[in-house]
T-cell receptor, first 111, second 112 residues
Framework: GQQLNQSPQSMFIQEGEDVSMNCTSSSIFNTWLWYKQDPGEGPVLLIALYKAGELTSNGRLTAQFGITRKDSFLNISASIPSDVGIYFCAGLETSGSRLTFGEGTQLTVNP | NAGVTQTPKFQVLKTGQSMTLQCAQDMNHNSMYWYRQDPGMGLRLIYYSASEGTTDKGEVPNGYNVSRLNKREFSLRLESAAPSQTSVYFC???????????FGPGTRLTVT
């Protein structure tokens, strides 16, 4: 099936630093989603993107739908300890009906 | 609004036993999904229901059955549990298949 390449797999940063992560696909997507999962919980939707080039913010989080429609980026500014968790990207192909998930980026924030 | 709810939260089964995982959503969504999450494998789609009255196989359907009981409820059944089905199971719903999905809190299943 379709694969999403999400990078990096893990990040260790200091509180206050900015964070960037991205997902790439070999196919064109018409929807990109970003989720965060805390230990023992279900994924929580952070940002949804539906148009190429779209840039959307949610507080300190900003995500972009790449203009090639094959990639997406998530940035977190001024990280805080509660940002710790696993961040997943998910994409929906133009011809598809099911989301494909990346394998996640594990974020650790040191106080 | 409770969003997506799942029961039970935890379950231990012996090999060969059967059980049904329950999922309900109160967002009036048309589409519902069942995923399993395993370490290093990410989220994998087991079955989904695009709308009430329809169900379709996902990436890993073997060993599972589903029922879309009504618009709110979508259950996942393991007829004869196997240790390979030890996993965390998540239910999700979306307004329709091409839109964002909202997840429940998960069911942690161990098969011994």
């Amino acid at each position: 099936g379709q694969q999403l390449n999400q990078s990096p797999q893990s990040m260790f940063i200091q509180e206050g630093e900015d964070v960037s992560m991205n997902c790439t696909s070999s196919s064109i997507f018409n929807t990109w989603l970003w989720y965060k999962q805390d230990p023992g919980e279900g994924p929580v939707l952070l940002i949804a993107l539906y148009k190429a080039g779209e840039l959307t913010s949610n507080g300190r989080l900003t995500a972009q739908f790449g203009i090639t429609r094959k990639d997406s980026f998530l940035n977190i500014s001024a990280s805080i300890p509660s940002d710790v968790g696993i961040y997943f990207c998910a994409g929906l192909e133009t011809s598809g009906s099911r989301l494909t998930f990346g394998e996640g980026t594990q974020l650790t924030v040191n106080p | 609004n409770a969003g997506v709810t799942q029961t039970p939260k935890f379950q231990v089964l012996k090999t060969g036993q059967s059980m049904t995982l329950q999922c309900a959503q109160d967002m009036n969504h048309n589409s519902m999904y069942w995923y399993r999450q395993d370490p290093g494998m990410g989220l994998r789609l087991i079955y989904y229901s695009a709308s009430e009255g329809t169900t379709d196989k996902g990436e890993v359907p073997n060993g599972y059955n589903v029922s879309r009981l009504n618009k709110r409820e979508f259950s996942l059944r393991l007829e004869s549990a196997a240790p390979s089905q030890t996993s965390v199971y998540f239910c999700a719903s979306s307004p329709r298949v091409s839109r964002e999905q909202y997840f429940g809190p998960g069911t942690r299943l161990t098969v011994t």
